[in-house]
C-alpha cells in the first residue's frame, strides 16, 4: 500500500473481531513508528503494547475508575471553543451518532467505556514520554504516533486514538508499573477491524484545504 492510499482509507475504528496479532507484526509496526523525526533526534517516545490477560486486568481497572469517576469525552478546553470547531464536532456527531444508536447504547456511555476497554481491541498501547521533556516534545511523539497509525493500517490492523483513559493514566501506571518518571500522553486501540459493527460504517470529514492552509505570495 502507497503512503496516500493509507492516508486517505485510514480511520478510527472502535469494534474489532476476536482475532490475536502477531507480535512479529506488533514489533514492525512500532520499528516503522520508531523512524519517526524528532529534534535533534531525541527520540522522546515510549510504547507500552498489552494484550492477552494483561490487557484484560488493565481494562478491569479502568472500568472500574471510571464507575467511581465517571469522566465524560469532552476537548478539554478551559474556554468555550470557536464556532468553527463546536460545528466540526456538530457534523461529527451527526454521522456518528446514529451508526452507534443501532448498538442500543448510549452514545456517551458508548464512547465512555469503549474508551476504558480500548473498544475491545486485542492490543491495547499507552504512549508515554519521560516527565523531564517540555510540552513542546509532544509534538515529536505525535509524529510518531502518526506513523504508527499509518504503518498499522498499511499492515491491514485498524487502530482508534484515545484520550479519555489520561484521566486514569495513575490506575494504568499502577497496573502497568510504568515508572513516576513518565507522562502518559495517549492510548491506542490495535487489531483487526469488524467491518460488519455499526460502530465502523460512518466516515467523518474533513475542511476543505482554503479552511486549514494561508498563502503568502
Known sequence: MDLFTAI????????????????????????????????????????????????????????????????????????????????RGRRALTVMEPAVGRLNIAFNRFIEEGSCSFYGAPVAVIVTIDRLFPAIRYLDVGLSVAYLMLAAHAEGLATCPIGLILEYAEDISATLNISEDKRILLGISMGYEDPASPANQFHTDREELAEILTWYE
Open 8 to 87: 486517505q482509507e485510514r480511520k478510527s475504528v472502535r469494534a474489532y473481531l476476536d482475532k490475536p496479532v502477531s507480535r512479529v507484526l506488533i514489533e514492525k509496526v512500532f520499528t516503522c513508528a520508531g523512524s519517526a523525526p524528532s529534534a535533534i533526534n531525541l527520540q522522546p517516545w515510549e510504547f507500552v503494547a498489552t494484550h492477552g490477560e494483561e490487557k484484560d486486568r488493565l481494562v478491569r481497572r479502568l472500568k472500574a475508575a471510571h464507575r467511581e469517576r465517571r469522566v465524560s469525552c469532552g476537548p478539554g478546553t478551559e474556554s468555550p471553543l470557536p464556532q468553527k470547531y463546536t460545528e
